[in-house]
């Protein structure tokens, strides 16, 4: 399963070294941990909160993500009133690796 995961995370080519480093991550937590986290994650929608949120969004997608689809940022843009979406054309779930200075870009601009 976590192999399964692991292959799905990222969108480009990742290094062997990089991509046993992330899979040992998941190794190491405690197996009903990651059990009781996938069950909330397939049971819980959380999309009647998201009219709650009133503060400014910024919410930063791979469109390649196979593991929260494209379509749930949508969702998420249009369920919260000061949301802005940027898309990662180029990424998949780890948009933090896969775009680093697209990401570093964005997150320092919102913020500041």
């Known amino acids: 399963m976590l192999q399964t995961f692991n292959d799905m995370f990222f969108f480009q080519f990742v290094t062997p070294g990089l991509a046993d480093w992330f899979l040992s991550l998941g190794m190491q937590a405690a197996s009903w941990s990651t ?6 994650l397939k ?10 949120i009133t503060v400014p969004t910024l919410i930063l997608h791979g469109i390649h993500d196979k593991v929260c689809l494209f379509p749930l940022a949508i969702a998420q843009k249009n ?6 979406l ?4 180029y990424s998949g779930h780890g948009l933090f690796y896969e ?3 697209k990401f570093n870009k964005e997150l320092t601009q919102f913020i500041g």
């Open 43 to 52: 049971d819980d929608t959380l999309f009647s909160n998201l009219k709650k």
């Open 86 to 89: 940027i898309p990662f054309e």
């Open 35 to 40: 059990a009781a986290c996938l069950v909330t």
């Open 99 to 101: 775009q680093k200075d």
């Open 79 to 84: 369920g919260i009133k000061n949301a802005t």
